[in-house]
Structures are given as structure tokens and as C-alpha cells.
């Protein structure tokens, strides 16, 4: 299966905000990943649903928001509004996935869950009817630049091998620590969206990067 590449704006210059998101979309990234934090959920603050919709006019490549925010429900609609194309809340955040999820899809946004390192898996499996993407966080979310946690692979795997015994088509998006060393493992446990942040922004030709991505 084809591998995506999201990277993930959080590792960008903020300072020239659009001009990063055009170098990856010429890169060919398939999608630009943009984390939303509260300082709440987590201890990092980045941006809101104004900087979404800046980027949208810059862009027309796929918008992938993360949200890592207490009770996302609150701000759903205004992240749609900005023109989020992908929508994903963490299920620790939150009483109403099923309802958040709901809400996302009948907007014709794509709907995602994000589940943190320690979060037992069974709780997407619950949720997995409702999604048409879930991020699997490959370290603890807030953060860019951290270390993979090795027992993620097996993860992936343990999802992937649910959504197929239930016939389901349910993307895979590995989200934190995402290297060249790690990257073939993770496509081959089952992951089809590779979201990256220092190791594409730090990389000399972020082109090569994608075209390794790709080629997964
Ligand atoms: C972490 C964020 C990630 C982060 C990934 O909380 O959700 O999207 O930017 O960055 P890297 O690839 O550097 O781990
Ligand atoms: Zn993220």
C-alpha cells in the first residue's frame, strides 16, 4: 500500500508560516500536519483555528489537524470552518468520541481519533465504526523532536490486524519520532500515513525524504 507523507508544520519556522508549508507541498508531501495544543492537555502551546485558516488560503494541499486539546467538542466546528480536511481529537480528552466523530464526518471532514503511548488500544478498537483515520502517537504527545517508542510497532501491527479482521477501512497514522531508521518497520506493521517533523524539516532535500516515504 502507497505511504503518505504529512509533515508535521509544528517542526517549521513560524515566522514565515506559509512559504513552510509551500516547500513541503512541493516537496511532495501529500499532506501538511498541523498540531493544536492547549496547554492543557498538553504542556505546549502552538496555534488555533485562525492560523488553519490562513494556511488554507495559502494551500491547496490536504490539511491534517491534530488536535491536543481538553474537551475538543468545544472547538469542532470552528476547526471545520477554518478548513481542516482531516479532524483528529485524542480519545483521553474527551466523553463524546462517538458523538465528536459523528459530528466531524456528516461535515464531510475526515475523522480521526489519536491515541496516546499508554492509552490501551482496545479503546479505539471500541471506536474504530466511527473513524476513517486513527493517529497511533509514537511518543507522548506535546513535543516535536523526541524518541519513538520502540513498543509502538507493535501497535500498529495489533490495529492493523483488528481493522482487517473487521473488514474496515480505517487509515493508520503514525504520529512522533518517525526517523529514517524506524520508517520501513512502521510502513511494514501497517501504517499508511507518516507524519514527520524534525527529520523532514531538518533534512537537507526534504524531496528525498518524501521519495523514501513514498517508495515504502
Ligand atoms: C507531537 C506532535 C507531532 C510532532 C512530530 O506531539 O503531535 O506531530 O510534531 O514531530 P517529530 O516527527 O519531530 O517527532
Ligand atoms: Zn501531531
Not at 469542532?76 to 464526518?105: M, Q, S, V
Not at 475523522?111 to 503511548?117: N, T, W
Not at 483515520?133 to 517508542?149: N, R, S, T
Request: hydrophobic share 45%; net charge negative; with cysteine.
Amino acid at each position: 500500500m502507497a505511504v503518505k507523507t504529512a509533515p508535521s508544520i509544528l517542526s517549521g519556522d513560524f515566522s514565515k508560516l506559509g512559504a513552510e508549508v509551500l516547500r513541503m507541498e512541493k516537496a511532495g508531501a501529500d499532506m501538511i500536519h498541523c498540531d493544536v495544543m492547549d496547554g492543557m492537555f498538553v504542556p505546549n502551546l502552538t496555534f488555533g483555528q485562525k492560523t488553519i485558516a490562513d494556511i488554507k488560503k495559502c494551500t491547496r494541499i490536504t490539511l491534517d489537524v491534530h488536535l491536543m486539546i481538553d474537551a475538543p467538542e468545544r472547538y469542532l466546528d470552528k476547526f471545520i470552518e477554518a478548513g481542516a480536511d482531516r479532524l483528529a481529537f485524542h480519545i483521553e480528552a474527551t466523553d463524546f468520541a462517538r458523538e465528536n466523530l459523528t459530528r466531524i464526518k456528516v461535515s464531510g471532514v475526515k475523522a480521526g481519533i489519536a491515541i496516546s503511548p499508554d492509552t490501551p488500544l482496545e479503546k479505539a478498537f471500541a471506536l474504530l465504526d466511527y473513524c476513517n483515520f486513527v493517529i497511533v502517537m509514537g511518543v507522548y504527545p506535546g513535543f516535536g523532536g523526541q524518541k519513538y517508542i520502540p513498543r509502538t510497532t507493535d501497535r500498529i501491527k495489533k490495529l492493523a490486524a483488528e481493522i482487517k479482521r473487521r473488514d474496515l477501512d480505517v487509515e493508520i497514522e503514525i504520529d512522533g519520532g518517525v526517523i529514517g531508521d524506524n520508517m520501513k518497520e512502521i510502513a511494514d506493521a501497517g501504517a499508511t500515513v507518516m507524519v514527520s517533523g524534525n527529520y523532514l524539516f531538518g533534512a537537507e532535500n526534504p524531496s528525498k525524504v518524501i521519495e523514501k516515504f513514498k517508495a515504502l
